[in-house]
């Protein structure tokens, strides 16, 4: 199967997919610190090398052909009863995006 990772942080769920089969095929992270762990974790091969995208609201998914799944762990932050529950205010809010 072939994937595309949103909001991947540092690869865990990544890794977690990898075991299922899955190929990453782009992964889409903002964060600079979990990028460089990506780029690190694909150069010592435990990750699939693939391309960062760094913005799941400008992510191309067009530009995606033949891909099976598109998984990730998208930020609750702005939902969670633990929180502000700022929402669809909260910048953190990603939700709308995956649509």
């Excluded at 865990?12 to 889409?28: E, I, K, N, P, R």
């Excluded at 995606?64 to 762990?73: A, C, L, P, R």
Aim: proline share 7%; net charge negative.
């Amino acid at each position: 199967m072939k994937g595309v990772s949103i909001c991947s942080g540092v690869g865990a769920f990544d890794l977690a997919m990898q075991s299922l089969g899955v190929t990453t095929h782009a992964y889409c992270e903002i964060d600079p610190y979990c990028q460089a762990v990506l780029v690190a974790r694909m150069r010592d091969g435990w990750l699939d090398s693939a391309p960062i995208w760094p913005d799941l609201h400008t992510l191309p998914a067009g530009d995606f052909q033949g891909i099976d799944i598109v998984y990730g762990g998208i930020p609750c932050q702005p939902h969670s009863t633990a929180g502000r529950r700022g929402g669809a205010w909260d910048d953190r809010d990603l939700w709308p995006a995956t649509r």
